[in-house]
């Protein structure tokens, strides 16, 4: 049965995107990878609004797995992290430094509260070891937009770069890296930009990528150093990737550029708005004041007396997937709606109705 994935990640794709799947099998070390590759890098550019300082590169892999790559090759012996934490994927990023025994302030602001700049400065101004702020754009398990912006200004003014895990963001916000004055940032195709999972992507200032090496990393896979280099030298990636999912991400890229990235995002918004009107009227109350939530995550409260895992299986048997709260918000039945890749206003529309009727 086709289910309608209202959960962030993966997500469904377009029929483009799925056909392209079907390209006849070609082999990494060939010019024909070679091409689709650097069109790939361009569009990513595109797709994070950045100008030709910057350069990206593909891993094969989950998002987590383009953090990690990133993570374990920028610190160097005595380099210190700040890392603004107000979720589960800000947690997630703290057991990746900590793996890699970065020494890390891990400021904790709790879940579903924004981080307190004062703090952030402060910290900044009192550390000379930090090199990289580290932060989340779109924290997913609250759905909140994190102030990049303003961090970006505090690393500039601090003289420390920015690590931005864009995981759930790009294609679905502006990330604008120029402007947010972010040196390093990631994202994966299966969320916002409507591709499969497995494909992650890195962009970052081609500067800070250039200056790294190889024995930097700690990792001899995901190793930024290595996926630089190979990508600058010869055009390809350092091992064998998953060939096959390239052209569904030079396929989902293609379709968000020819709508212009804009209009995709706006569509989005577009989106989550029909939802969360729909929402109000049924009476359900959000966790985070509008203002505050991204284009793509809705974080929900179910009625008094309904149980969420329950709630969350009778949606599946209708055919719809939502993902229940995580952390505390569990206890507190909530539940997340997402309306990321290929869903339209028809299907945020249907989707209502099928709610209202298990609520
Ligand atoms: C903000 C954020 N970062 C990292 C991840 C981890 O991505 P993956 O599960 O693809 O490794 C996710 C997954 O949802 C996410 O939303």
């Given at each position: 049965?086709?289910?309608?994935?209202?959960?962030?990640?993966?997500?469904?794709?377009?029929?483009?995107?799925?056909?392209?799947?079907?390209?006849?099998?070609?082999?990494?070390?060939?010019?024909?990878?070679?091409?689709?590759?650097?069109?790939?890098?361009?569009k990513?550019l595109r797709l994070f609004e950045?100008?030709?300082?910057?350069?990206?590169?593909?891993?094969?892999?989950?998002?987590?797995?383009?953090?990690?790559?990133?993570?374990?090759?920028?610190?160097?012996?005595?380099?210190?992290?700040?890392?603004?934490?107000?979720?589960?994927?800000?947690?997630?990023?703290?057991?990746?430094?900590?793996?890699?025994?970065?020494?890390?302030?891990?400021?904790?602001?709790?879940?579903?509260?924004?981080?307190?700049?004062?703090?952030?400065?402060?910290?900044?101004?009192?550390?000379?070891?930090?090199?990289?702020?580290?932060?989340?754009?779109?924290?997913?398990?609250?759905?909140?937009?994190?102030?990049?912006?303003?961090?970006?200004?505090?690393?500039?003014?601090?003289?420390?770069?920015?690590?931005?895990?864009?995981?759930?963001?790009a294609a679905g916000e502006h990330i604008d890296?120029?402007?947010?004055?972010?040196?390093?940032?990631?994202?994966?195709?299966?969320?916002c930009l409507?591709?499969?999972?497995?494909?992650?992507?890195?962009?970052?200032?081609?500067?800070?990528?250039?200056?790294?090496?190889?024995?930097?990393?700690?990792?001899?896979?995901?190793?930024?150093?290595?996926?630089?280099?190979?990508?600058?030298?010869?055009?390809?990636?350092?091992?064998?990737?998953?060939?096959?999912?390239?052209?569904?991400?030079?396929?989902?890229l293609?379709m968000v550029m020819e709508e212009g990235l804009s209009h995709y995002i706006d569509r989005h918004?577009?989106?989550?708005?029909?939802?969360?009107?729909?929402?109000?009227?049924?009476?359900?109350?959000?966790?985070?004041?509008?203002?505050?939530?991204?284009?793509?995550?809705?974080?929900?409260?179910?009625?008094?007396?309904?149980?969420?895992?329950?709630?969350?299986?009778?949606?599946?048997?209708?055919?719809?997937?939502?993902?229940?709260?995580?952390?505390?918000?569990?206890?507190?039945?909530?539940?997340?709606?997402?309306?990321?890749?290929?869903?339209?206003?028809?299907?945020?529309?249907?989707?209502?109705?099928?709610?209202?009727?298990?609520?």
């Amino acid at each position: 049965m086709k289910t309608y994935l209202f959960s962030p990640g993966p997500v469904m794709v377009e029929e483009p995107v799925r056909q392209s799947l079907m390209h006849y099998d070609i082999c990494h070390r060939s010019p024909e990878f070679e091409e689709l590759f650097v069109g790939i890098q361009d569009k990513i550019l595109r797709l994070f609004e950045a100008d030709d300082s910057y350069y990206s590169v593909v891993v094969s892999g989950s998002g987590t797995s383009a953090n990690e790559t990133c993570l374990s090759t920028v610190f160097k012996d005595g380099d210190e992290a700040l890392l603004l934490n107000n979720g589960e994927f800000g947690n997630r990023l703290f057991e990746i430094l900590s793996k890699y025994h970065v020494p890390t302030t891990n400021m904790e602001f709790g879940w579903g509260n924004l981080p307190n700049l004062d703090e952030v400065e402060n910290v900044l101004c009192n550390n000379d070891k930090i090199t990289f702020v580290c932060m989340v754009f779109h924290e997913t398990s609250t759905g909140m937009i994190n102030p990049v912006y303003e961090v970006g200004k505090l690393a500039k003014k601090y003289g420390k770069r920015l690590f931005v895990d864009c995981v759930s963001a790009a294609a679905g916000e502006h990330i604008d890296v120029v402007k947010n004055n972010i040196d390093l940032c990631t994202s994966v195709g299966g969320k916002c930009l409507g591709a499969y999972p497995g494909s992650a992507y890195i962009c970052g200032k081609e500067e800070l990528m250039a200056s790294l090496t190889p024995e930097m990393g700690k990792n001899v896979y995901l190793n930024l150093a290595k996926h630089y280099q190979m990508a600058k030298k010869n055009h390809q990636t350092p091992n064998t990737p998953n060939v096959n999912l390239f052209w569904p991400l030079d396929k989902a890229l293609d379709m968000v550029m020819e709508e212009g990235l804009s209009h995709y995002i706006d569509r989005h918004a577009a989106c989550a708005k029909i939802l969360r009107d729909g929402m109000k009227e049924m009476g359900l109350k959000f966790l985070l004041p509008e203002e505050q939530m991204s284009n793509t995550v809705t974080s929900v409260f179910l009625p008094e007396g309904k149980n969420v895992a329950q709630f969350v299986a009778e949606m599946g048997d209708a055919g719809y997937t939502v993902y229940p709260g995580k952390g505390k918000y569990l206890e507190m039945n909530m539940f997340q709606v997402a309306n990321m890749g290929a869903i339209d206003s028809k299907d945020c529309k249907k989707f209502l109705e099928v709610l209202k009727a298990h609520i």
